[in-house]
């Protein structure tokens, strides 16, 4: 059947609202069969901070560009006694507004369809839960072949005692359930394991979700087709023309207030930054199908090494907590492709720029006629202001000098994309109403990212056993570039950028 006769045979009016002029029948039908089932969507969690900052704004904006069921029903659990579903509703009003959003029919006609649920998900009974919740679908009229996602935006000690409790009582059973789990996985290779094991006996792999919101930025997704579709830079990624890899997540914000802090090794480079590492280094996947490509990702952090002598940890001017704020480390790769290549990888709080890019620094020509030409290098900055800047040596008009200019794309500049790039949650509770699980993490996945930082998890602990605290932690000050120690990682000839 051609596309377009597929297309025919769908109602025109959904098509015309999900999908884009030019989607594929396949994509078309995708869409559509999302937009029919229905959709019951709890939050667990509901009253925190990520909750009313991306998750319920998501959901929004799903919902206003028809990208959600018909009919769909938000129930959001939090622990608070005192909320009621008109005061959370009033809660979600203001965070959408405070979002720069004018008050309408549609904010209305979203909240109408959250439901707040106060639960305790220490000690609270789950099978009231359970009623509750199937109260509601018949009160609300849904299909009992609906989709179900329990999404889990909890403090880190709250995942143990939910999981159980939805599968003791049988709620993770249902094969049209779907778990999603919010970082951190896990503090260490043992805890991810266990956590991994209560999950997997109550939940197929192929219905759990867990989230690196990471891999929902759309910088992040094209590093694949940058990488993939375009062959000239495929043929040059390797040892033989790459001298050294760097990346950078600076941040200049503080740590945020509250306990969920675990220090920036654990927070940002065993999640954000290794997906990056792999997305960069590992080779092509068979299939852009999720399992093809989390296979790949797997391969690569296998072989990815970290090593205690050149790793830098810092805590910026004023902090007193004992985590780390601040860390930079060199990996190595340990594969055909890229044996010798370091990956410099830096990441803190309270710097001066908010920016994260990978710069692939190529190797120099040799130095027999241009002797001050820089090496080149490509920058990809996936935040903010997207973009793909390539440095060359030209010849200055006029004169025999070189000097360095660069090609840069901007995604939103002049020849870029005119279009809104959506937000990361967005992205993800969309691909995970569809069922899609590419951008998210799979079990041996997260127990290959705790794997690779052991060594350095266990060289801080005896340190802190013979010690009695953390040794060899820099303290630098708000608005810098981090601890000058970092250099000493760095192997002769090799730079940081400036941030
Ligand atoms: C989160 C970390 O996962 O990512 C935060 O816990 C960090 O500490 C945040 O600030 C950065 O993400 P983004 O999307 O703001 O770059």
């Known amino acids: 059947m051609s596309e377009q006769s597929t297309a025919k045979g769908l109602s025109q009016s959904i098509i015309d609202t999900v999908a884009p002029p030019n989607a594929s029948a396949k994509a078309l039908e995708a869409a559509i069969s999302v937009r029919r089932k229905d959709l019951f969507f709890v939050v667990f969690g509901a009253g925190g901070n990520l909750a009313s900052m991306k998750i319920f704004p998501a959901l929004y904006q799903s919902y206003k560009e028809k990208k959600l069921p018909a009919n769909f029903t938000i129930l959001a659990v939090d622990r608070h006694e005192n909320i009621t579903s008109g005061s959370f509703r009033a809660l979600g009003r203001q965070d959408l507004l405070d979002k720069g ?13 959250i439901v707040y649920y106060p639960f305790n998900l220490e000690t609270g009974n789950y099978q009231s839960l359970k009623t509750e919740i199937s109260v509601l679908e018949s009160e609300r009229e849904v299909s009992p072949n609906r989709t179900i996602i329990y999404f889990l935006s909890l403090l880190p000690w709250l995942f143990e005692p939910t999981i159980q409790g939805l599968g003791e009582v049988g709620l993770l059973a249902d094969e049209n359930a779907r778990l999603a789990v919010e970082k951190p996985f896990g503090s260490s290779l043992e805890s991810a394991k266990v956590l991994n094991r209560l999950i997997l006996n109550y ?13 929902g930025k759309e910088s992040v997704q094209n590093l694949l087709n940058f990488r993939f579709a375009n062959g000239i830079f495929e043929h040059l990624w390797s040892r033989q023309f790459i001298d050294y890899i760097e990346i950078t997540a600076a941040e200049t ?13 654990k927070d940002m480079v065993v999640n954000h930054l290794f997906q990056l590492i792999c997305l960069t280094m590992m080779e092509p996947p068979n299939s852009l199908s ?11 952090l296998r072989v990815l090494k970290t090593d205690p002598k050149f790793t830098v940890r810092g ?25 010798g ?12 720029r908010k920016l994260t890019e990978i710069v692939i620094h190529f190797k120099s020509v040799p130095s027999t006629l241009f002797t001050a030409a820089v090496p080149n290098s490509l920058v990809l900055r996936l935040q903010p202001d997207e973009a793909i800047s ?10 025999a000098n070189n000097c360095q200019k660069s090609l840069d794309f901007l995604y939103n500049g002049k020849g870029g994309f005119e279009v809104n790039i959506p937000e990361a949650y967005q992205t993800l509770i969309e691909r995970m109403i569809e069922g899609d699980r590419t951008l998210f993490t799979r079990a041996d996945e997260v127990e290959a990212q705790w794997e690779v930082v052991t060594p350095l998890l266990n060289d801080w602990q005896s340190s ?36």
């Open 464 to 499: 802190i056993e013979n010690n009695g605290h953390f040794s060899d932690i820099y303290q630098y000050p708000l608005k810098s570039d981090g601890p000058s120690a970092a250099l000493n990682i760095l192997q002769a000839g090799h730079i940081w950028d400036n941030l």
């Open 315 to 339: 805590y910026y001017e004023g902090y007193d907590r004992q985590e780390e704020t601040y860390i930079a480390l060199k990996l190595m790769v340990d594969n055909y492709r890229w044996q």
């Open 253 to 265: 914000v503080l740590v945020p207030e509250g306990r969920g802090y675990v220090g920036a090794l």
């Open 101 to 113: 959003e004018a008050e309408s029919e549609e904010i209305e006609a979203f909240l109408s369809c």
């Open 390 to 399: 390539l440095s060359w040596n030209l010849k200055v008009p006029g004169q």
């Open 290 to 300: 999720a399992d093809d490509i989390r296979n790949e990702k797997v391969k690569l």
């Open 203 to 215: 939940s197929p792999e192929s219905r759990v979700y867990r989230l690196d919101h990471w891999l």
């Open 341 to 352: 290549v370091p990956i410099y990888v830096r990441t803190g709080k309270g710097l001066k």
